[in-house]
């Protein structure tokens, strides 16, 4: 599963940051996820919460922030792509990503990452 890679690797920055702070807890796990990542938030959560199971961030709380896709196109646009639908799948939005003032296919600049923002600890 696409989303169980992912979350192996944000687990273990949580782990790594939370060793690092003497944490005897983990109590709040906030992740930006970029739509572009096509991740399921729900399938993140379930995979974070199997792989902290048995460590301090086993009862850990989630919250997943969106980043919106941002592009870039040669006429000089930079900013919102054309459409941002919710449940269009990866390949029918990357081709959404076209520049709203030409048309053109653009450079996505934005809305890729997917990163722990920040973790609440006692
Ligand atoms: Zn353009």
Redesign the pocket.
Known sequence: MHEYSLAVDLMESVLTTAKENNAKAVNLISVKVGRITHVNPAQLEFCLKSIGDGTIAENASYSFEYIEPEIR?????AGKPNETADDLDMLEYLVSLV?P????N?EVIGGTELVVDSIDID
């Open positions: 196109c040669v006429c000089g646009y520049c003032l030409c048309g053109r653009t």
